[in-house]
């Protein structure tokens, strides 16, 4: 819908095999035999052009739909499982230059390793916790990805065979369930300008208030809002920092569940504890800016 609006050249579509959302927004394959029409046929469509066909005056599903069925733009099967890491699929992967979807939760290092050893530019869903991985936590660390706009809690649809819940659940007026996932955010290579915003610090730094761990010379901090103004030193904050983070502003040194120095992996402690059961991201503010 907003192909031209973003000047697009060309838009690639895919599904998977048994994805359960593939045919519910379009009607496709209307000539074939019923036999034939099903969810679980993998398939692309490649846009290339999208006009107001109905002349409502809006370009919407409906005019796609229609561009489909008379083959200005195609639709086709895909010989393969619609994966990702099949030969068919990375040779549309090569053709792209920018990457938009929402990858398995459970592949997402697979997928990222993927887009970097293709030096694709992305914007993709993930949960926000990716950012301890091992494989993930580096990138982020060397600036080579970081968090976009809009992370937090968010209602995402579910196939009607979506097992009802107590909690973070619900069904709307027209029978549609919805799941509500937690530590939700986009992951990106693309800069943009929140990446450059300063946070904003107004805490006084005293020694009460910010204990130090055991084992490393750093002061704890238990909400991103109560990181001090006034401490140029080693911090372990939330993970939900990463929302915030700015690297002309903070140094991202490493998570604390993982941490390394001089090539040694260890876990911050506190009162001779490890000092939670959430991981901490380990920073330290620069003081190189002229307004410091």
Known sequence: MNFNFLGLKKLIATCYLGSPIANTQLSLFDDEPPEDKTTKSPHKIE??????????????????????????????????????????????????????????????????????????????????????????LPLIRDNKIWLGY????????????????????????????????????WFTNIDIEKRHEDMTLFRSYSPGKYPKYDNYDAIEVSRTADIPCDYYGVMGVPITFADKY????????????????????????????????????????KQNKSKD
């Open 47 to 136: 846009i290339t052009e999208v006009t107001d066909q109905n002349a409502d005056g809006a370009v919407d599903l409906s005019d796609v739909e229609y561009l489909l069925r008379n083959r200005k733009n195609t639709l086709t099967r895909l010989k393969g499982d619609g994966d990702f890491r099949s030969p068919e699929c990375i040779q549309l992967l090569k053709e792209a230059d920018i990457v938009v979807t929402n990858p398995p939760f459970s592949l997402f290092r697979e997928y990222i390793a993927q887009l970097m050893e293709y030096h694709k530019d992305f914007a993709i869903i993930g949960n926000q916790n990716a950012i301890t991985y091992r494989e993930i």
């Open 246 to 285: 700015n690297p002309d502003q903070f140094e991202f040194m490493g998570i604390d569940k993982d941490f390394t120095t001089d090539g040694n992996r260890f876990k911050l402690t506190k009162n001779g504890k490890q000092r939670t059961l959430y991981a901490r991201m380990v920073i330290r503010r």
């Open 150 to 185: 809009n992370s937090g809690h968010f209602w995402v649809m579910v196939p009607d065979t979506y097992e009802e819940k107590k909690t973070d659940f619900k069904i709307d007026e027209n029978g549609q369930k919805w799941r509500r996932m937690g530590n939700i955010c």
